[in-house]
């Protein structure tokens, strides 16, 4: 059974800096595309960022682009999303993402979700 984990999620003030990771349980996704959405309270899930197997392409939304890194270590099988400079807009429950079979930024590309992580930006 394949299960995404999330961690690293947590309370924060604006400006700060966080990074949420996922591992990958129940087979390797080293051949596979993994990313992240997230959703915030009363709103649609939004893609953030995602990445290929050999971390030789990834997209990062605007929303996040200039202020977030992407990357994955295969080995551990795992998946990192690094914010910084954080807004009160990016307060969300954070999505790991595994295996696409469309467009990244389509909600029904993701074959695997995990159960998300929250992440909170105050004022």
């Known amino acids: 059974q394949v299960e995404l984990a999330e961690s690293g999620g947590g309370f924060v003030q604006a400006g700060d800096s966080l990074r949420v990771s996922c591992t990958a349980f129940?087979?390797?996704?080293?051949?596979?595309?993994m990313g992240w959405f997230r959703q915030a309270p009363g709103k649609e899930r939004e893609f953030v960022g995602a990445?290929?197997?050999?971390?030789?392409?990834?997209w990062l939304a605007d929303s996040v682009k200039g202020r977030s890194t992407i990357a994955r270590d295969n080995a551990k099988n795992t998946v990192y999303l690094q914010l910084d400079t954080l807004k009160p807009e990016d307060t969300a429950v954070y999505y790991c993402v595994a295996q696409a079979f469309g467009t990244w930024s389509t909600v029904e590309s993701w074959r695997y979700w995990g159960q998300g992580t929250q992440v909170t930006v105050s004022t």
């Open positions: 990445i290929n197997w050999s971390s030789s392409s990834w």
């Open positions: 129940g087979r390797p996704f080293s051949d596979s595309d």
